[in-house]
């Protein structure tokens, strides 16, 4: 038979999917395995009525029987240790589902997808899912066939998934990865219709309840922390921006979130390559911002926990660098402990570049915080013109580092470099106009406000020439640190060079956006010849970076891929003269 569900009145809640649900005949031969006897023992109440039209079983702790046909096997030790079946005849209410998960455990009778099956066991509901638990017996009594749900995103406004919770459901629209944080780990990978999801503070128009409506959490049907087969990896490690389509599985719950767990292969569309070099900026100076996530020469702080992990590290850096080529690069969390990590890294880089190529600036007050700001130059491309300054207001945890460069030889356009690491959204001890104000820019935005200002007066009172603010500002394009800057006369070179659907440095619970900006003074402005973000590291999973802690050892390589968790941005600017 054929079920359409529609979107009911405001009265009922519906889900707005097309249902095709078909099995064999309920008279198909008995399994021999089973008994007669036991197979005629009669279902004391139908799937959907254990489920119920609301988000938990109206029998909680009450022994039933049901009738279905097996349409998920997860029974093994490291998978879910149960199964999924579902009704071939279900009711005619689309707020009842018509499947549940049965938690076998061991010792009772082995299942595979296509058997007619009636179960005995206690409904309850576990931590939000209803499923049957403990099983007491498993009866296999013929086979059957479901066929898939059909079911598109995004949901309708105030539909969950809970009217088909357990079922066995296909999505046929093209899907695309929005996050794979917890795919290492667990296994898990979130995708989206309508393309990726972008952070609501990061741009117009991005409805962050549509955001919850567009996305579908795939499982790998385990529970299993860091498994030892990781999917998605072959024949190369999924990355955001690929894509899926006619993803086939049955929907859990676990974990504070519905899941779908694949019932057949998941094959994923290569539709975001790998870039191996950054877009194409001009002009003749080109200037980069890199957050290196915790380079530390210290073992065992924020950032390598064994030597063989430092160089591991230091591999993926020096790619980096070497890949963007630029003429000065300001750094973000570096150690901050005098020059050490700072002139381990230009070592490395000129000991695979060439003696020279790259030179350090001393920061005159890095402040008393972890990690320090620092910049990387080539002395064969700029001079600095006077010393490195900063700033000794206390609003800055992290002082920003100042310095003002020319082109090297004769001629060419003065500008100045101030590297910026802002505070983080994280709530550790915010309060008062700190803590969260419920509008997406997290906590310390007011403190990042006060740190805009103060950019914005350091380049006033040191009459800086032509000004290049860039670094990890952790906030987003469209949030008030950002605005700050600009309603100071600053200009987003990003969003003036780099198109919408790339325009991001990091992804965080699956929504991107770009905290890592590169701002300049309107004078220079027309000496801006292009920007880009180059996109090695927030579309690529974890596991690929240098911790050697659960990350398979064949997935290590010394190139740039996963060398940080935010992405670099490289501009380039036309300074000797007329535009390139």
């Known amino acids: ?41 009669p279902p004391t109440h139908e799937i959907a009525e254990v489920q119920g039209s609301g988000d938990a079983t109206p029998l909680a702790g009450r022994t039933v029987r049901v009738e279905g046909i097996v349409t998920g096997d997860f029974q093994r030790d490291d998978q ?61 009594c013929g086979t059957g066939r479901i066929t898939p749900l059909r079911y598109e995103l995004p949901r309708p406004d105030g539909v969950t998934f809970e009217p088909v919770e357990n079922m066995l459901l296909a999505f046929p629209e093209p899907l695309t990865v929005t996050e794979h944080y917890n795919l290492g780990r667990y ?4 995708v989206s219709a309508e393309g990726r999801l972008y952070q609501p503070t990061d741009r117009p128009g991005v409805d962050p309840a549509r955001n919850a409506r567009r996305a579908l959490l795939i499982d790998d049907g385990s529970t299993a922390e860091n498994p030892a087969t990781v999917p ?7 990355r955001l921006g690929d894509t899926v389509a ?7 719950y676990g974990f504070g979130a519905y899941r779908l767990h694949p019932t057949r292969p998941v094959g994923f569309l290569r539709t975001n390559p790998r870039p191996a070099v950054p877009d194409r900026v001009g002009g003749d100076v080109r200037v980069a911002s890199l957050n290196t996530l915790n380079w530390f020469t210290t073992i065992g702080s924020r950032g390598a926990s064994t030597e063989q992990e430092r160089d591991r590290q230091l591999a993926k850096l020096v790619a980096t660098v070497k890949g963007l080529n630029a003429d000065v690069i300001g750094l973000m969390e570096v150690e901050n402990n005098g020059q ?81 690491h802002f505070k983080s959204k994280g709530c550790d001890g915010a309060a008062g106009p700190d803590a969260d104000q419920g509008d997406g820019q997290g906590c310390f935005n007011a403190e990042r406000v006060r740190q805009a200002r103060a950019v914005l007066d350091l380049i006033a009172t040191l009459r800086t020439p032509n000004p290049v603010v860039l670094g990890d500002l952790n906030a987003y394009a469209e949030e008030d640190p950002v605005e700050t800057l600009e309603a100071g006369g600053l200009v987003s070179v990003t969003k003036r060079h780099v198109p919408a659907r790339l325009r991001y440095s990091y992804v965080f619970e699956g929504l ?53 968790d935010h992405d670099p941005v490289l501009v380039g600017l036309s300074l000797r003269g007329g535009r390139r």
Request: charged share 20%; with cysteine.
């Open 1 to 41: 038979m054929r079920l359409t569900f529609r979107a009911l009145s405001a009265t009922l809640t519906a889900v707005a999917v097309t249902a095709a649900l078909t099995a064999s005949p309920a008279a198909a031969s008995p399994a021999a395995a089973s008994p007669a006897d036991a197979c005629a023992v």
């Open 80 to 140: 879910l240790r149960g199964f999924f079946l579902q009704d071939p005849t279900p009711d005619a209410d689309p707020r009842t589902s018509e499947g549940l998960f049965a938690y076998a455990g061991t010792g009772l009778r082995d299942v595979k997808v296509g058997d007619r099956v009636l179960v005995t066991g206690r409904a309850v509901e576990f931590n939000g899912w209803t499923e049957l638990s403990p099983v007491t017996a498993v009866d296999v």
């Open 187 to 190: 296994g898990e990978i979130t």
């Open 232 to 238: 998605h990896l072959v024949p190369r490690p999924v």
């Open 246 to 252: 006619g993803v086939t599985g049955v929907l859990g």
């Open 340 to 420: 050490v990590a700072l002139n381990a890294l230009v070592d490395a880089l000129n000991a695979e570049l060439g003696p020279g190529t790259y030179a350090a600036l001393a920061h005159p007050n890095p402040g008393t915080d972890q990690i320090q700001v620092a910049a990387v130059y080539r002395p064969a491309r700029l001079t600095p013109v006077g010393p490195a300054r900063s700033s000794d207001d206390p609003v800055f945890r992290r002082p920003p580092l100042v310095q003002t460069f020319r082109p090297a030889g004769r001629g060419g356009t003065e500008f100045t470099l101030i590297v910026n």
């Open 512 to 564: 991107a956006g770009e905290l890592d900006h590169v701002l300049v003074g309107r004078g220079l402005l027309r000496r801006v010849t292009g920007a880009t973000i180059w996109h090695i590291n927030a579309d690529e999973p974890r596991i690929l970076d240098y911790n050697t802690e659960f990350n398979p050892p064949g997935l290590y390589r010394p190139d740039a891929f996963r060398s940080s």
